[in-house]
């Protein structure tokens, strides 16, 4: 009988009069567990370490390295998924080698860096942030997962959860910025909108949370440096968004590159085994990034790659990217006693399940239809809803004597800049299948939005990062002849990103030079930025009369900017990070401790002596072009007892003369704990909208968990004592309040 029969009459009869069992995260049915056992048994030690191997195909670059023959691997059964490998047809190709010319046709599983947007990209990760909108960041997943499922994806590498306090750091461009509460809401949001509610549909695909854990915080915010932190601050700060991830059923997580307690993270037994599998009872796979279990000898923790990829086993990892270690040496080593072939056939029994949960073994090529991908992609309601989500993410950081809107009768507009007119750096960096040749820049978007109505003098003035200023001449000549001058400045899209750390996180180029000379005029100017990190812009906040944060905000960013420059929309961001004065300040973040000595006027205080403390933008900041009131804060009650909950309330209103949007913010601090604890935390949010002259009461209910922390014995716990407790528009402008917890 040949071998694929005999697999085929296994699994039918493991399917037969199986009961469902729920496990933690997601719902795994007996029937499945046994059809995984039973294609476990007949699968060869060199079958099941390919699929631990993750390669990547030749049709992009995501590292420093590639392989040649990942075709070959394929054929050979030798890898179980390829990265970097989309559209249907090219997808079906590779899968029928896998399925039709193996041993045992175990379908490839193929993983993309669908991070914010697939082929109709969204605002970069930290943009999207910015809107505090958790059922529109839930939206943009869901969209992601349908385009990208219907081009033959079926897993991403998203979210990254990767809480950060240093803008150097390019990659703050593709998380949430620096506060783990708010991180943690969007690793829920991410989870359900790429897996839903049922990893067998077609339009969903296996989430990601990455990099386990505090990749966010290298040494000086150089990538890939190294991290030392204490347990209780990785518990604290960096953990929550995983276990966030962990709780909404993520199903895969990533290593991270960095190491952490002088061991790299993919060699890290404590992050994934003793906290990830022990503590939170996470049942999917662990997958390592590009290289890291190689990268663990220069770390100086291996001493070849063999010894690497024992560590790595041993650890917790259960698929490599990329690196072929365990492709290399894994079965020397079950061979040689170092590694129990039952630690392989438990990762290959979790990559398997997930392969069944996503129907592949049921029809391998269900993800690989030309016709779906050719309904599903860019089409015009993902097109619209990525218009609308732009325009939220938008900040509005400085507006004197209402500047902004302008009006739909202003008679000439100076357009200038280098990113005015350029359609490249819209879409950001990780925009992977992104074509940023579909992408609105600003002039076609001031022109789809006012038509012959306004005469755009529009002039390049400068690049983005040289010192060529050729162009300073025309750029002052069309400003001096316009009522109004736009000054389109930031980065290139790679200028943050992985690989993308700025000791100088200033404008680069000579583009502030450009904006001095254009402020010279007396002009209205208006300031419209486009980057991936916090920028130092003292001297641009002093002298703009409007500022507007779009971060990179992809294909639809030239209407969706338009739409708030003209009042078609009212901003509603709010920072999702600090942004400093000067970078001497980094790392700065809101939710600091104090010192023994807080700063006063004395000289031996804790303060600069050239630059204020406080952030020039504070964490949760954002202005509208309307203005809101805030009631004081009333508690219904002013102790608490642990297994109690308090309400507080605050009643907002919209004091103006236009409907506006407001992110209303919870925060607290224990004054006294058994470690110190923080000036301030965000524990809660929520969005409102309300019309000119409306009131709203807003309502948060806290527990115990709100006030829990990792404590002086590394516990999570409530501590009784004092607390303050903060309602505002930012995690400055507050009102605050007291209560007490008692036991």
Known sequence: MKIRTLLIILLFVASCNMADREREGWFVDARTEKRVDSLLDLMTLEEKIGQMTLFTSDMDV???????????????????????????????????????????????????????????????PLGETATWDMQAIKESARIAAQEATAEGLHWTFAPMLDVTRDPRWGRIAEGSGEDPFLTAEVARAKVRGYQGDDLGALNTMLACAKHMAAYGAPQAGRDYHTVDISEITLRNKFLPPFKAAVEEGAATIMTAFNELFGVPATGSRLLLTDILRDEWNFNGFVVTDYTSINEMVPHGFARDEKHAGELAIHAGVDMDMQGAVFH??????????????????????????????????????????????????????????????????????????????????????????????????????????????????????????????????????????????????????????????????????????????????????????????????GKPLVVVLMNGRPLTLENIDANACAILETWFPGTTAGDAIADVLFGDYNPSGK?????????????????????????????????????????????????????????????????????????????????????????????????????????????????????????????????????????????????????????????????????????
């Not at 040649?68 to 249907?88: K, L």
């Open 62 to 124: 995501t590292g420093p390295f590639m392989r040649d023959h990942y075709v070959e691997s394929i054929r050979e059964g030798r890898v179980g998924a390829i990265f970097n490998a989309y559209t249907a047809e090219f997808t079906r190709k590779l899968q029928q080698m896998a399925v039709e010319e193996t041993r045992l046709g175990i379908p490839l599983l193929f993983g993309y860096d669908v991070i914010h947007g697939h082929r109709t990209i969204f605002p970069i």
């Open 328 to 521: 290399d040496y894994l079965a020397v080593q079950v061979e040689e006693g170092i590694v129990d072939e039952a630690i392989i056939d438990r990762a290959v029994k979790r990559i398997l399940t997930m392969k069944f949960e996503l129907g592949l073994f049921d029809d391998p090529y269900r993800y690989s239809d030309p016709e779906r991908e050719a309904s599903l992609v860019m089409t015009e309601e993902n097109l619209a809803f990525a218009r609308d989500f732009a325009r939220r993410s938008f900040v509005l950081l400085k507006n004197e004597n209402n500047t902004l809107p302008l009006p739909d009768d202003v008679g000439s507009i100076a357009l200038i800049g280098p990113l005015a007119d350029n359609q490249r750096e819209l879409i950001g960096s990780w925009s992977a299948a992104g074509d940023y040749t579909q992408s609105v820049t600003l002039r076609q978007g001031i022109k789809n939005r006012q038509g012959n109505q306004t005469r755009i003098n529009y002039a390049r003035g400068a690049n983005i990062d040289d010192d060529d200023r050729t162009g300073f001449g025309e750029a002052l000549r069309v400003a001096a002849m316009s009522d109004v001058i736009v000054l389109a400045v930031g980065e290139y899209a790679l200028q943050s990103g992985e690989a993308a750390s700025r000791a100088d996180i200033s404008l680069p180029g000579v583009q502030e030079e450009l904006f001095d000379q254009l402020v010279r005029l």
């Open 575 to 743: 920072l999702p990070v600090s942004f400093p004065r000067h970078v001497g300040q980094i790392p700065l973040f809101y939710n600091h401790k104090n010192t023994g000595r807080p700063k006063t006027e004395f000289k031996f205080t804790s303060k600069y002596l050239d630059v204020p403390n406080s952030p020039l933008y504070p964490f949760g900041y954002g202005l509208s072009y309307t203005t809101f009131d805030y009631s004081e804060i009333t508690l219904d009650k002013n102790e608490m007892s642990m297994d109690g909950t308090l309400r507080a309330s605050v009643t907002v209103t919209n004091t103006g003369n236009r409907f506006g949007e407001e992110v209303v913010q919870l925060y607290i601090r224990q004054l006294v704990g058994s470690i110190t604890r923080p000036v301030k935390e965000l524990k809660g949010f929520r969005k409102i909208g309300l019309g000119p002259g409306e009131s709203k009461e807003v309502d948060f209910e806290l527990t115990w968990k709100d006030l829990a922390f990792y404590n002086a014995d590394n516990k999570f716990r409530a501590e009784p004592g004092y607390f303050h407790l903060f309602i505002g528009a930012s995690s400055e402008e507050v009102q605050k309040t007291r209560f007490v917890l008692t036991e």
